[in-house]
């Protein structure tokens, strides 16, 4: 024949090949098993189901991987060409059917026990009493608002948006039910307390990321997206933006702060009094 | 998003042709591997029609989410122009198919004459979408004064632009026929090109709907 | 042969068109049309890598002074990453696998002259390179490249400068350049499907066609279905930006403290759009690369593709699932929870038909004789990424477990793998594959293992490290770490990222090297170096104009017959007439 492929008998390059996935399966296994980087612990109930759904795909697709990669290495190394002829077959039909079936069962049983956590996480059910709160996103900034006592957030208008003025969504102060609404710049809620968040946005498409809660929602104009979270653990984590908002978009941070019910009792006071001061020192909304 | 699956489509271009391949290795099936078979420029035209609807469909199911989605909707009376409009189109394809039928039966003449009647009726109907355009502007509907208003001229647009492809079509058809083309060329094109013109007017009947719906 | 002359007398008045302009640049030739494709291709990808340079560099050292650059701002960062992606995805991944190797080979393969629309073939070509030069041209306008990511979503897209640089003329520019692009691309697909369908030569039965064909006609009937879409979404973004209407755009938006004179858009319904175009996209850039893989697979295993039926329905399930699946962009969106289940479980459901790919390479290469040429190495590294990016997929198709990984570096690192580099490998498998038959000259061995070599290990310390600071949270599209302070533990994985890049990047110069060398003093080869069965190993390398000179073959048996026992050599061409018993006939028995 015109020319037997130089590489045809070596032993080294499938030799080479077979190391290199070796690696491979090798660092990932252990990177993965030694979890060198990893997500924080979990703050949420939620959280540890959704890390658990993870640990399950992990198990799963790790095995399936590490089983594909040595089979890939031990048939490069097992059936280099040593001369001879190939086994001469179109495959097997059998076999075919039941990798099918074994696929199957474990790819769509996987994302059926997927199932439940996104059910919990959207609570796709009677809605639940929790402490309302709204957070809004805007280049390149996180706002929150609190309804105060009354428990009613206040009518918004973006006309009225006065950042110097620290009305940054535009709150109406003239609606009676605006009247006690605090804004703040960092979210804190208290811990173990069930919270219905809205999210809102004033521009463009942001995304709510809390790392420690499992928690990620993209804001979107136009619409109202309501979702909630119970963080069971005190301590303050960072908010960030996921979806990509603008030359800013990787400033878009805040602080979660979960801190026991007295201390929010304190803080909202200390926000409500701030906000107090500003509102009273605001000029007429209407007045032009 | 509504649509045809690939094996669907795969199916509605194997309909209706002959059957290929049946005795395997040795039969033509009356084709030549080369470009200059006829039978490609049917097949192409199904498969644009494919792509067209496609865009279409697109068109609509925005249309079909804008309007659910918000409370800014504002219906307007269609100019009642799209009827005569439709009237035209609707007896273009009729004559089209004289045409088509005359071609077969051999009688050159009529079909020379319905096939210039099918290009005049095509040009009508472009003339009055014009004039729909221009009794909407006098009453004060443009392009961004609603959704309502944005989707009728988008929609109305982008058919009258196929359209206007269409009576190109046609008017190559005609000038083809004078330089005496082969015969079966010339059928091709024939039937393609009226493939082609009844799609978009069965096409303009459904946007028209479609708008009266969501008027 | 009677029929031969038969076909002989009627030859197609098919003459190779006389002068440089007619024959290289306005060529109807479709083995033309691909080089220029290629070449289009290449150029693309080389833009694109440069892009990635900028950006590794400026993560790895955010405070370094790029020469000829300078200082890089958070603009110029999302700038160069939206346009990356733009370029590698429509300009390298569409066009070199399918319009490239496609335009030449799928014609060639099922022993015809040419593509059914010679002349619709070159506009597509020239729609193409259009698309292209306005693409660049935003690099070059007042407020520069669009910084709103390859998919443009609104409201960022549609506002105008007013919601940042580079998205007031240069996001016009990339809208309109899309939209040139999706009309190249329906051309370019209607002749594919056409020539498919109508131009096989005898006995090429459509089970008898190289799987390379089967990839192409598939992906040539997503793109033909997904660009229409992409078209319209296209129409509808131009329209709100320039023409005052509210298809996408909501009411009472703020902007850098303008309000927005638009109202009642949806947001979602551009996401809806695009995605729905989006998603087939993926299988646009990998199906013709799977094709190419299990060619190359087979011969160079000398045994045939194991499961020929399965691979084709395995090709055909995934795209028609993957018509069906462009929710699992949008868990996140605010799109209804229950459909996001759905969508969820139609996505795990396409990892039946992957695996099926996967589990018949491999038994594809059970019981073979494989011979380690560059083409091989490639296809076999091919099949690594494959796996190692698809199961990473699995993780995202749940809505679940996305809830974390979601616009994080896990999702950056699943597609690079599978979609930009193993669609990567998929060509430089096709290139030191067919380089031999597209200009008569092998490339050199030598220099395309050391390249395998490189790249292999290369992109897996790309790419596996992003999973792990995805793991750790770190969301995508960010200029810098600065602002955020659970990212400054992941600096060190950045720079060995870059690090990394640098060495992958400085390899693709040996490919060129190996290119241009092997284009002047590559070993001449004859017709069929690599002992291959298909058609276009029965022509000259490289092939007359009219490919077969008016006598078509005939095709008698599947595509991929080798160690067939009984046979003088290892393998049956295609186009030999019946020489041994009917059992062994093909794979359609």
New interface residues.
């Given amino acids: 024949?015109?020319?037997r492929?130089?590489?045809?008998a070596?032993f080294l390059?499938?030799a080479?090949?077979a190391v290199?996935?070796l690696g491979?399966i090798g660092?990932?296994v252990y990177?993965f098993a030694r979890r060198?980087?990893?997500?924080?612990e979990p703050v949420t109930a939620l959280g540890a189901?959704?890390d658990r759904?993870?640990d399950y795909?992990?198990i799963?697709?790790g095995i399936?991987?590490v089983l594909?990669?040595l089979?890939?290495a031990y048939?490069?190394l097992r059936?280099?060409?040593?001369?001879?002829?190939?086994?001469?077959?179109?495959?097997?039909?059998g076999?075919?059917v039941i990798?099918?079936a074994l696929?199957?069962i474990l790819?769509?049983g996987?994302?059926?026990a997927?199932?439940a956590?996104?059910?919990d996480?959207?609570s796709?059910g009677p809605a639940a009493e929790g402490m309302p709160v709204e957070i809004w996103g805007?280049?390149f900034k996180w706002y929150f608002r609190y309804p105060g006592p009354d428990g009613q957030f206040g009518r918004t208008?973006?006309?009225l948006?006065n950042?110097l003025a620290g009305n940054y969504m535009?709150v109406d102060f003239d609606d009676p039910a605006a009247k006690d609404d605090i804004i703040t710049a960092t979210l804190a809620v208290p811990v173990n307390q069930r919270v219905n968040v809205t999210l809102r946005t004033?521009?463009?498409?942001h995304?709510f990321?809390v790392?420690e809660l499992?928690?990620?929602?993209?804001a979107?104009?136009?619409?109202l997206?309501r979702m909630n979270f119970t963080a069971e653990k005190a301590g303050t984590y960072?908010v960030?933006?996921?979806?990509?908002?603008?030359?800013?978009?990787?400033?878009?941070?805040a602080d979660l702060m979960v801190v026991p019910p007295d201390d929010f009792e304190k803080w909202l006071g200390e926000q409500a009094a701030y906000m107090a001061a500003l509102t009273g020192a605001e000029p007429e909304p209407e007045s032009e | 998003m509504a649509g045809k699956t690939a094996v669907e489509e795969l199916e509605l271009i194997d309909a209706g042709r002959p059957p290929r391949d049946s005795g395997g290795a040795g039969d033509f099936g009356g084709r030549r591997p080369t470009p200059a078979v006829p039978q490609v420029y049917v097949t192409g035209i199904w498969l644009a029609l494919a792509s067209i609807l496609m865009f279409f469909m697109a068109l609509t199911s925005a249309l079909i989410v804008r309007r659910g989605l918000s409370t800014d909707w504002v219906p307007f009376d269609l100019p009642p122009l799209l009827w005569w409009n439709t009237a035209a189109l609707l007896a273009s394809s009729l004559t089209l198919e004289t045409a088509h039928r005359a071609l077969a039966a051999g009688r050159p003449l009529a079909y020379h004459r319905w096939w210039n009647v099918t290009t005049a009726l095509g040009v009508l109907f472009l003339a009055g979408q014009w004039m729909a355009w221009a009794q909407l502007r006098a009453a004060g509907v443009y392009l961004a004064t609603n959704p309502s208003s944005s989707f009728f001229y988008v929609l109305t647009g982008v058919h009258g632009l196929h359209l206007l492809g269409g009576i190109v079509a046609l008017l190559y058809v005609a000038t083809r026929r004078r330089r005496a083309a082969p015969w079966p060329v010339e059928r091709t094109a024939v039937t393609a090109t009226s493939i082609y013109w009844h799609f978009l007017s069965g096409l303009w009947v459904f946007l028209l709907l479609l708008l009266w719906w969501g008027r | 042969m009677a029929s031969e002359a038969h076909a002989a007398a009627h030859v197609h008045v098919h003459e190779a068109p006389r002068g440089f302009i007619r024959k290289y640049i306005f060529s109807t030739d479709h083995k033309i049309i691909g080089i220029q494709y290629i070449l289009l291709a290449l150029v693309a990808v080389f833009v694109g890598m440069f892009l990635s340079l900028l950006m590794r560099l400026h993560l790895a050292w955010p405070s370094l002074e790029i020469p000829f650059f300078g200082l890089m701002?958070?603009?110029q960062y999302?700038a160069l990453m939206t346009m990356h992606g733009t370029i590698m995805v429509f300009f390298v991944l569409t066009t070199a696998p399918q319009s490239g190797f496609g335009n030449f080979f799928l014609p060639i393969q099922i022993g015809a002259a040419d593509m059914a629309f010679p002349v619709l073939n070159m506009l597509s070509f020239w729609f193409t390179f259009a698309s292209f030069a306005v693409m660049l041209a935003a690099f070059f306008v007042s407020g520069g490249a669009p910084?709103?990511?390859w998919t443009a979503?609104v409201?960022?897209s549609a506002?105008g400068e007013v919601?940042?640089?580079g998205l007031g003329a240069g996001q016009t520019l990339w809208v309109v350049s899309i939209a040139i692009f999706c009309g190249a691309s329906l051309m370019g697909s209607l002749n594919f499907i056409t020539t498919t369908l109508d131009l096989r030569t005898r006995g090429m039965l459509l089970f008898r066609m190289p799987l390379t064909v089967w990839a192409w006609f598939v992906t040539a009937i997503l793109m033909l279905l997904g660009f229409a879409v992409l078209l319209a979404a296209g129409i509808l973004l131009l329209l709100d930006r320039h023409a005052g209407t509210s298809f996408f755009?909501?009411?009472?938006?703020?902007?850098?403290?303008r309000?927005i004179d638009h109202k009642?858009?949806?947001?979602?319904l551009w996401q809806h759009l695009f995605w729905f175009f989006g998603h087939p996209e993926v299988y646009i850039a990998i199906l013709p690369g799977m094709g190419i893989v299990s060619h190359v697979l087979s011969t160079f295993?000398?045994?045939?593709?194991?499961?020929?039926r399965?691979m084709v329905f395995a090709i055909l399930a995934i795209a028609m699932l993957g018509l069906g699946v462009w929710g699992h962009h949008m868990f996140?969106?605010?799109m209804s929870?229950?459909s996001?289940?759905a969508f969820?479980?139609l996505?795990?459901?396409i990892?039946?038909p992957s695996?099926?790919k996967?589990?018949?390479w491999?038994?594809t290469?059970?019981?073979?004789?494989?011979?380690?040429?560059p083409p091989m190495?490639f296809a076999?590294g091919f099949?690594?990424l494959f796996?190692?990016g698809g199961?990473?997929g699995?993780?995202l198709?749940?809505?679940?477990?996305d809830?974390?990984l979601?616009?994080?570096y896990f999702v950056v690192a699943h597609f690079h793998i599978i979609m930009g580099v193993a669609a990567i490998f998929g060509m430089f498998a096709g290139t030191y594959f067919w380089f031999p038959k597209m200009f008569g000259r092998a490339m050199h061995?030598g220099l395309g293992?050391l390249h395998f070599?490189l790249t292999?290990?290369g992109v897996?310390a790309i790419f596996?490290p992003m999973h792990?600071?995805g793991?750790?949270?770190h969301?995508r599209?960010?200029?810098?770490?600065?602002?955020?302070?659970?990212l400054a533990a992941?600096d060190p994985?950045h720079t060995f990222m870059s690090i990394a890049a640098f060495v992958t990047i400085a390899a693709q110069v040996l490919f060129v090297l190996n290119l241009v060398w092997s284009l002047w003093k590559g070993k001449k080869?004859?017709i069929?170096?690599w002992?291959a069965t298909t058609l276009e190993w029965t022509v000259p390398s490289p092939p007359p104009h009219d490919n077969f000179a008016g006598h078509y073959p005939s095709v008698y048996r599947g595509p991929y017959e080798?160690?067939?026992?009984g046979a003088p050599?290892?393998f049956v061409p295609q186009h030999l007439p019946e020489a041994e018993p009917a059992r062994h006939a093909g794979?359609d028995d």
Avoid at chain 1, 36 to 40: A, G, L, N, Q, V
Avoid at chain 3, 301 to 308: E, V
Wanted: aromatic share 12%; charged share 15%; glycine share 10%.
């Fill in positions: 024949m015109e020319n492929q130089s590489g045809g070596s390059g499938p080479l090949f290199v996935l491979l660092s990932t990177i060198i980087w990893w997500f924080p189901s959704i759904q993870f795909t992990l799963i697709t399936v991987f594909a990669q089979g890939l048939t490069i059936y280099r060409d040593r001369g001879g002829r190939a086994h001469y077959s179109h495959g097997h039909t076999l075919e990798w099918i696929t199957a790819f769509v996987l994302g059926i997927a199932e956590a996104w059910r996480y959207h796709l805007k280049q208008a973006p006309e948006v950042d535009g004033l521009d463009v498409t995304s990321f790392r499992r928690f990620k929602q993209d979107v104009p136009g619409l997206i960072e960030v933006c996921a979806e990509l908002c603008g030359l800013g978009h990787h400033q878009m941070r | 701002t958070p603009e999302l910084t709103s990511g979503y409201p960022l506002l919601a940042g640089p755009i909501p009411g009472g938006l703020i902007v850098s403290d309000l009642g858009g949806s947001p979602l295993a000398r045994k045939p593709i194991f499961g020929y399965a996140m969106s605010g929870p229950y996001a289940i969820s479980l996505t795990m459901s990892g039946v695996a099926i996967t589990f018949n491999i038994g290469l059970w019981g073979a004789r494989i011979r380690f040429a190495l076999l099949v690594s796996v190692t199961l990473s699995i993780f198709a749940q809505p679940t477990v809830i974390y979601h616009d994080t061995e293992r070599w292999f290990i897996y596996m792990y600071i793991l750790a949270g969301p599209r960010y200029p810098d770490t600065t602002a955020v302070k659970f992941l994985v080869v004859g069929n170096p002992e080798y160690a067939v026992p050599q290892d794979a």
